[in-house]
């Protein structure tokens, strides 16, 4: 994908996030990593008006070249593509919203992930969810911890492609963004279901396995 189709799938994803009720007013973020730096949606941009030309261009040093003014999380995005580098080379864009179902989830009682394990789709198609410790908007300590959890992950054979801020909402990763906005789809309809049958038992180790085996899940 080159930088021109970049800026118009960034558009075109953004729009259907917000059409579709997965992101409100200026909340939430795209990023693309290009091979000259990275595209991001400006700052305080609502998602289902954005403007190709006007997306932020930044350089490899995160130094603004063009575009309206980056949005603050483009520190923690370009964390993510570092650290998942190493595990998988699928992290080319990065997508941050405030979907109500996930950020009602982290509101309850804290846990190390944000779920288990409790449809087949959930874990073949977006796989474990850590919860980090809740940090303002922007804060670096966020994009350290967020790097620290997929090098843990990524370490003991299960790569990561999500993260949870609590209170803010979930950031996924993938090779496009229309990949990316799935992952972000199965994890936001996980979590409803979550919320709309608590205390569901998960699937086994043997459905895992079962899993693993037919459809390569990483788990």
């Not at 189709?5 to 009720?21: H, N, Y």
């Not at 063009?66 to 998988?88: E, N, Q, V």
């Not at 279901?193 to 043997?206: E, K, R, V």
């Amino acid at each position: 994908m080159n930088e021109s189709q970049a800026r118009e799938e960034i558009c075109r994803v953004g729009k259907s996030l917000f059409d579709r009720g997965y992101v409100h007013a200026t909340a939430g973020n795209i990023s693309v990593r290009l091979d000259d730096g990275f595209l991001i949606t400006p700052t305080d941009a609502c998602l289902g008006f954005l403007d190709p030309a006007k997306l932020a261009k930044l350089d490899g040093n995160l130094q603004q070249v063009s575009g309206d003014r980056a949005s603050k999380t483009i520190a923690l995005h370009a964390s993510i593509y570092k650290a998942s580098a190493p595990f998988t080379t699928q992290a080319s864009c990065v997508i941050h919203t405030h979907s109500t179902h996930c950020v009602a989830l982290s509101l309850q009682s804290p846990s190390a992930e944000l779920l288990p394990a409790i449809t087949p789709y959930f874990v073949m198609k977006v796989g474990h969810v850590p919860v980090i410790n809740y940090q303002r908007p922007g804060s670096a300590a966020a994009a350290q911890e967020v790097a620290q959890r997929i090098a843990e992950y990524g370490q003991r054979g299960t790569p990561i492609r999500a993260v949870m801020l609590p209170r803010l909402g979930p950031n996924v990763w993938s090779s496009s963004p229309a990949s990316a906005m799935a992952v972000l789809e199965e994890l936001e309809e996980t979590a409803k279901l979550a919320l709309l049958q608590p205390g569901t038992t998960p699937l086994t180790d043997s459905q895992i396995e079962e899993l693993r085996l037919a459809f390569n899940a990483i788990w």
